[in-house]
């Protein structure tokens, strides 16, 4: 099966194609040679030319063999891809050794394989890379061949300037690792935290058709189902009188399943229908006690209530609109201390939803953060007191939010400020049009006939 979880997400986001590599590697190499032949050549600089070169060769050997040995789409691991840069980083610091060391203006390029290693493998091999870099670039410092000059003169920098050099070397792999790495986790995790919503929804939306599925199998199985009474009936009525004690069980058996049958099938036909409309539409106040139903075994007070001027909103049913309401509310029994209070409250023009607890109530990290993924609400008081009930990755607020944002509602999170109060407050509310746009009309079951049984309007609720 396909690894489905959030490791499987985080493995497929950071491991790279050796491919990627390779070419990087080779516009390297045609750098560093056309940098070599043109100080030689170009400027007339007195290089050891064969040496470099031979520098030079070592690369495009392992880019040779890589490409023979492993496919395009050859994906790395960690390990490979830090070894890799690893040897970019000795193949530049050797060559830099064959041409004045930190003097050459060409030392800055340490900083790249630094930023590679940042954007695309995990902190703690950027760290050993950017250590490699400035490791190497302390001893080119100190030791080091002079720096290619014209034939009529020598030149020999300042070791302060030299100095200059490596610290900027230094400030540079930190800076630019540490910012390049927080700009590609974002990213990383923007990507992941969308995936798994994706999965989420689709799961939900399976689980959403099901009641449409049975009531068409219901509708295709009738035909058929008919018929077989109306041959049961014809055969009790001709074998019944005169048929043996065996037959005439044996008939009455089948008329009793055939019944049987009947009466599954029209089940699973109400379930698209009006009496079975709990699939399609539902009414506020039963939506709030559907999701408060599953909380209410767990110990947490649960103070529900509902009101509101002119008829109850009635809205169609939305799994992902569900599945982020309860999120809410389990976050919410989480952190309580003793007591949830749920309000639902509704106007002829907005519906809305107010959900409280007694607990800590969110960080500040959450309220300046909110709707951003891997952003949790669990406290680290509660980690450090070894309470692990609920913890995650911070995705439950991120797949909450978005999914009740795309039903047209807002979504608004505090603290109680009320003088002595204490906890957390999640504002959720419509516009009542919106609420209860696509909503099944509440009229004769003989309306409902007329619409196919496959059919499933787009509809925010």
Not at 123 to 139: C, K, N, Q
């Amino acid at each position: 099966m396909p690894d489905t979880s959030m490791n499987g997400f985080v493995r497929d986001a950071r491991h790279l194609r050796l491919d990627t590599f390779v070419r990087l590697r080779w516009l390297a190499i045609t750098g560093q040679s056309a940098a070599v032949v043109g100080a030689q050549f170009g400027l007339g600089l007195a290089l050891p030319f064969g040496w470099c070169f031979l520098v030079i060769a070592a690369s495009s050997w392992l880019n040779l063999a890589l490409r023979i040995r492993f496919p395009a789409s050859y994906r790395l691991s960690d390990d490979s891809a830090a070894l890799l840069l690893a040897f970019d980083i000795i193949q530049l610091a050797a060559l830099l050794f064959l041409t004045g060391g930190l003097q050459n203006p060409f030392s800055l390029l340490f900083l790249a394989p630094v930023l590679i290693s940042a954007t695309a493998l995990p902190p703690e091999r950027t760290l050993a890379l950017g250590l490699l870099a400035i490791g190497l670039a302390t001893i080119l410092a100190l030791v080091h061949r002079p720096l290619p000059w014209f034939a009529d003169g020598r030149i020999e920098l300042p070791f302060l300037y030299i100095s200059g050099v490596w610290t900027a070397i230094l400030l540079g792999t930190a800076f630019t690792g540490v910012y390049a790495w927080r700009v590609a986790e974002e990213t990383r995790q923007l990507a992941q935290a969308l995936a798994a919503t994706e999965l989420v929804l689709a799961r939900e939306q399976h689980l959403s058709q099901l009641d449409g599925l049975a009531a068409a199998a219901a509708h295709e199985l009738g035909t058929p189902l008919g018929t077989i009474m109306v041959v049961s009936k014809e055969l009790i009525r001709q074998l019944g009188p005169t048929a043996s004690p065996g037959v005439a069980e044996d008939l009455n058996l089948l008329r009793e399943q055939v019944d049987r049958c009947r009466g599954i099938l029209s089940k699973l036909t109400s379930l698209d229908g009006d009496e079975g409309g709990f699939l399609q539409t539902v009414s506020f106040s039963h939506l709030v006690e559907e999701l408060v139903a599953p909380q209410r075994a767990l110990g947490t007070a649960l103070d529900v209530s509902s009101r509101g001027d002119g008829p109850e909103p009635v809205c169609r049913r939305n799994p992902g609109v569900m599945f982020g309401l309860a999120n809410i509310v389990d976050n919410a029994v989480d952190f309580a201390e003793s007591r949830v209070v749920v309000e639902a409250r509704w106007t002829l023009d907005r519906v809305s939803l107010e959900i409280r607890d007694d607990g800590p109530g969110f960080s500040s990290e959450v309220l300046l953060r909110a709707g951003e993924p891997y952003v949790t609400t669990r406290s680290p008081d509660r980690s450090m007191r070894g309470e692990t009930v609920g913890a995650g990755l911070g995705l439950g607020l991120f797949i909450a939010k978005t999914l009740i944002e795309r039903s047209g509602a807002q979504l608004s999170l505090s603290n109680a400020s009320a003088p002595g109060t204490t906890g957390a407050v999640v504002r959720i509310s419509w516009a009542r049009h919106i609420f209860e746009r696509g909503a099944a009309p509440q009229t004769s079951p003989e309306l409902n006939l007329q619409r196919p049984l496959t059919q499933r309007d787009p509809t925010p609720i």
